[in-house]
């Protein structure tokens, strides 16, 4: 019987080894895009399309996908919904929106690759706050 990342116990190892695939075990820097197929309310789909395919690709040639330390995944909404299509990049917590396919390449060179937000597209940084310590 062998164990997950979190100590449960994963009988054939499936979820971990799948994880270990996508770059989970190595990541950095996890980037979300909406991509709402149903609603679309920040962006015509097409256009959420054409960022996406955009991302997945530039992020593969770049050596950037799986075991080059930055996690893509594809949402539903961000809840945003107004200015999109909008992304979010953890664990900064940088969003930005207006994501083209020329805006992801400015977020992945300056952002991805650079380290550093990329101010010319953010609306907002807010990286998640840590819990409070509980009181003793
Ligand atoms: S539809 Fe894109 S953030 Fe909600």
Do not use: N
Not at 56 to 63: A, P, S
Not at 82 to 102: K, L, N, Q
């Amino acid at each position: 019987m062998s164990r997950d990342g979190a100590g449960h116990e994963d009988p054939d190892g499936a979820a971990l080894k799948a994880a270990t695939a996508v770059g989970v075990t190595v990541a950095q820097r996890h980037l979300l895009l909406c991509c709402d197929q149903h609603k679309h309310k920040c962006a015509a789909p097409e256009k959420m399309q054409e960022s996406w395919a955009y991302l997945k690709r530039r992020l593969r040639e770049l050596g950037l996908s799986e075991a080059g330390g930055v996690l893509r995944t594809k949402v539903e909404c961000l809840r945003v919904c107004v200015d999109g299509p909008i992304a979010v990049v953890y664990p900064d917590g940088a969003w930005y929106r207006r994501c083209s396919p020329e805006v992801l390449e400015s977020i992945i060179r300056t952002h991805l690759l650079g380290g550093e937000p990329d101010h010319e597209h953010l609306f907002l940084l807010r990286p998640l706050a840590p819990p409070e310590a509980p009181p003793e």
